[in-house]
């Protein structure tokens, strides 16, 4: 009987991604996806592997208790991966309460089922692991200078970033109180395949393709640093087998860039592959500056790249071009996942 990984909110970008990662990589584990497909979830994300006998799917809340219990106990998983998540700091800004019950009450439903049914039984004890899929938001906004480490104060600015400090805070506690055997991890803002077009990268890519106005918030120079999302599937695989119990781990890409560059880069980039000369910088239009807009973010990898041997593969211009290249195939995806709701632009 193979090993379960019990992947929530496995229908979304990073989610599905990782999913698709693991199955290609491993033979072993039977990888179940938890998941409420809310606007930004969607099993489109995962269709060529609905079939693989390695994968299986069930529609749910993390925050809906006895459905919690129910999978624990049916399943008795040996890893929980914990992606599910709202995460679009506009709507947060609009309706914090959806935020505080999944990424707050939600991943306190996950601990509580975990602690009940790995912690009652020795022989799961040395043998599981709860990790929880942060984001260097946490951390609030940088200066000039200076990186992110794992020790760095939280210091949340929005709804989003409070709520998932607040999960965080709540899984370390239960690795001091109950000796939970958990980790975290916190990256900085991933691109690539699959990603809802509602965050920069690909709303920029779909906007440009229709002709659309590009929205830049401010002045456009909010400096995020950029992470590959198979470059980060890579090192949750890492950290999921091999991180020390108790211990958080940045991962970054180490590709800091001005969100005015990245639509300049897009702009180039499509207007080159297409040859449409109506793709240019004149579709691009400043904006007021969303409330409490993080001005810099920059994560220090040297923890993971030193105790887990992992770092970013992808640097930002590959890895843009191979974005670029993925939307441009898949436009039908593209239409078929923003029927489910309204793109709210977000970065």
């Known amino acids: 009987m193979k ?3 019990l992947v929530t909110g496995g229908a ?12 290609k990589k491993y033979n072993k584990y039977l990888i179940v ?7 930004a979830g969607n099993l489109e994300n995962l269709s060529d592997i609905q079939n693989n006998p390695n994968y299986r799917f069930i529609k749910g809340d993390i925050s809906d208790t006895s459905l919690i219990y129910s999978i624990f106990n049916d399943l008795i998983p040996r890893y929980v991966v914990n992606f599910a998540a709202e995460s679009h700091v506009d709507r947060s800004i609009k309706k914090p309460s959806i935020f505080i019950k999944t990424n707050i009450l939600g991943t306190q439903t996950l601990l509580n089922a975990a602690k009940n049914i790995w912690l009652k039984n020795d022989k799961w004890k040395d043998n599981v692991k709860f990790l929880q899929i942060s984001t260097d938001e946490v951390y609030g906004s940088l200066g000039p200078k ?4 794992e020790s760095s104060c939280l210091s949340p600015h929005s709804p989003y970033s409070a709520s998932k400090a607040s999960a965080d805070l709540i899984v370390q506690s239960y690795y001091h109180t109950f000796g939970m055997p958990i980790n975290i991890t916190r990256c900085s803002n991933n691109y690539g395949p699959y990603q809802f077009p509602e965050k920069l990268i690909p709303l920029m890519i779909n906007n440009a393709l229709h002709h659309k106005k590009l929205p830049v918030y401010g002045d456009g120079k909010q400096i995020r640093d950029w992470l590959y999302v198979e470059d980060h599937c890579r090192a949750i695989d890492r950290v999921l087998h091999f ?11 180490n590709n800091e860039r ?8 897009i702009i180039k980039i499509l207007r080159k592959i297409t040859g449409d000369k109506q ?3 004149s579709l691009i239009q400043f904006v007021k500056d969303r409330p409490g807009h993080d001005r810099r973010y920059g994560i220090d990898a040297t ?12 640097n930002f211009e590959t890895g843009l071009k191979l974005t670029i290249n993925w939307y441009l195939s898949h436009k039908e995806w593209i239409n078929k996942v923003t029927s489910k709701g309204e793109v709210d632009y977000n970065i």
């Open 146 to 149: 200076g990186l992110f480490t």
């Open 3 to 5: 090993d379960v990984i």
């Open 258 to 265: 001005e969100n005015i560059y990245v639509v300049k880069e």
């Open 303 to 314: 923890k993971i790249k030193k105790e887990l041997n992992w770092q970013p593969k992808i």
């Open 243 to 253: 991180g020390r119990i108790g211990e958080i781990y940045n991962i970054g890409g």
């Open 279 to 281: 793709i240019n910088d």
């Open 33 to 39: 996806n938890l998941d409420k497909l809310t606007y």
């Open 12 to 23: 979304g970008f990073i989610g599905s991604n990782f999913i698709r990662y693991m199955l």
